[in-house]
């Protein structure tokens, strides 16, 4: 989001989500019915709270389409 990885944007809440779930986890799975909220298993602290809620902010004007996404990686020498 905003050309950033989640850690990035919001590495308090990432912390709270267990590696497990961190590792199997896709987009399209966590905005389903808001599923990443209910992956954060820690308690989040002042700063966590924040970026959850800036977070949430950014998830709810994402929409994803049924098309499959299109990687495209260009070869360096």
Request: overall charge negative; glycine content about 4%; aromatic content about 6%.
């Amino acid at each position: 989001m905003h050309g950033c990885c989640l850690e990035d944007l919001a590495p308090n809440v990432v912390k709270c989500v267990p590696l497990r779930i961190r590792k199997k986890r896709t987009v399209s799975e966590a905005l389903q019915e808001h599923t990443w909220v209910s992956d954060i298993k820690k308690a989040l602290r002042l700063l966590g709270l924040t970026e959850y809620l800036e977070l949430w902010d950014m998830v709810s004007e994402v929409n994803l389409s049924d098309m499959d996404g299109i990687h495209r990686w260009k070869p360096e020498p």
